[in-house]
């Protein structure tokens, strides 16, 4: 068969693991650490989330209204990350809008 065909047999198999709730509204980024043991997500609300994948339970969460959350990943550490800001972005909690009030 064609290899655009056994692609589409592979995605028909797929199906979902988990369902990210603690989020309202879009997820913006995933990551998992070098274990994969820990995954993170961050969101269009401003929350960074650490999730369990052996549980699928949510292990921490992180509110940042003033500078919002964007691409977010783990670090050489296992248990420490960084994130960027997404203050500048037109529509994000704390940016342009509300960098001049």
């Given at each position: 068969p064609e290899p655009w065909a056994r692609r589409s047999v592979y995605m028909e198999a797929m199906a979902a693991g988990a369902i990210l709730s603690e989020h309202k509204g879009r997820v913006?980024?995933?990551?998992?650490?070098?274990?994969?043991?820990?995954?993170?997500?961050?969101?269009?609300?401003?929350?960074?989330?650490?999730?369990?994948?052996?549980?699928?339970?949510?292990?921490?969460?992180?509110?940042?209204?003033?500078?919002?959350?964007?691409?977010?990943?783990?670090?050489?550490?296992?248990?420490?990350v960084i994130c960027a800001s997404r203050a500048g972005e037109a529509g994000a909690a704390g940016g342009a809008a509300g960098a001049a009030g």
């Open positions: 913006m980024s995933l990551d998992f650490n070098g274990s994969g043991e820990l995954m993170l997500s961050t969101g269009e609300d401003d929350r960074l989330c650490v999730y369990s994948c052996q549980s699928g339970q949510l292990q921490r969460a992180v509110q940042s209204p003033r500078y919002g959350v964007g691409i977010a990943r783990f670090t050489h550490d296992p248990l420490s």
